[in-house]
């Protein structure tokens, strides 16, 4: 773990593509004054990173922007997810609070204790949160201002097997799973993932987890950004809970251009 690692970053891709590919929760990095904050000694948080940390996105994203015939822009967390999640609600919207997953983590994926009890998180959605909120608003804006519309794609992955934390756990966990927003996700978008996805296994829709990212400015209010979320189920790519990919990689990537290609017209 590093000291200062860059918090986030912003990759350009093509002047005329309106894609951003979202890769939040692929990183492993802490820096050494949040992991102060955090009591799992260090074995047991390398173990807790196995398990939250959504290993090699950011490879799948990136060798999907390099075979995307237009190349998509690329919007990158540099820091693990529990330093903060930047897709949380930071408020009392946000369901996985009740797991102590809100924007900054308490518990465990074993629902273990993360941070003490009473520990104030303000300071960190000061620092990291809301910097990264700011940063991914002014993508989609030149999303917007560039090409008229901005298409979110989201991309993530989860355990083949469920994990205590999981409040809709008792669903199905397809290949890859769909995550949906009723405003944001039109139904060609959709259309295209499934389509893209098909060389890849089964497709479902907002199950083991539903809902896509949009920042809160867009939120709700314009049709212009459309966003989809992809999980990725990890056995298809990866050694699970936290080891190297395999063979499946570069079938997902393709699969992941594919899709890139498909709306970026």
């Not at 104030?120 to 949160?129: A, K, S, T």
């Not at 989809?228 to 809970?241: H, K, N, Q």
């Not at 990919?245 to 079938?251: D, I, M, N, S």
């Amino acid at each position: 773990m590093t000291d200062v690692p860059p918090s986030f970053a912003f990759l350009p891709g093509d002047a005329d593509s309106p894609v951003i590919l979202h890769v939040p929760h692929s990183s492993r990095e802490i820096p050494a004054d949040v992991r102060s904050g955090i009591v799992l000694d260090d074995a047991a948080l390398e173990r807790e990173l196995d398990h939250i940390t959504d290993a090699h996105t950011a490879s799948v994203a990136e060798a999907a922007a390099r075979a995307a015939g237009v190349a998509p822009w690329r919007f990158e967390n540099r820091l693990s997810r529990l330093v903060v999640d930047p897709e949380r609600f930071p408020d009392g919207r946000e369901e996985m609070l009740s797991v102590g997953m809100g924007a900054v983590y308490t518990r465990t994926t074993h629902k273990d204790v993360l941070r003490p009890g009473g520990f104030n998180g303000e300071p960190l959605i000061e620092r990291y949160f809301r910097p990264y909120a700011r940063a991914m608003t002014e993508a989609v804006a030149g999303r917007l201002a560039a090409t008229g519309r901005a298409v979110i794609i989201d991309v993530h992955s989860y355990p083949s097997a469920p994990l205590p934390y999981e409040l809709h756990g008792d669903g199905p966990r397809p290949e890859i799973c769909l995550g949906t927003d009723s405003f944001h996700t039109p139904p060609a978008l959709l259309d295209a993932a499934r389509e893209a996805f098909a060389p890849c296994g089964g497709t479902g829709l907002d199950s083991p987890f539903a809902g896509t990212y949009v920042p809160l400015e867009f939120f709700g209010k314009r049709a212009e950004v459309s966003a989809l979320m992809v999980e990725i189920r990890r056995d298809t790519y990866m050694t699970e809970p936290g080891g190297a990919p395999h063979q499946g990689l570069p079938r997902l990537a393709a699969a992941l251009a594919a899709l890139v290609d498909a709306v970026s017209g």
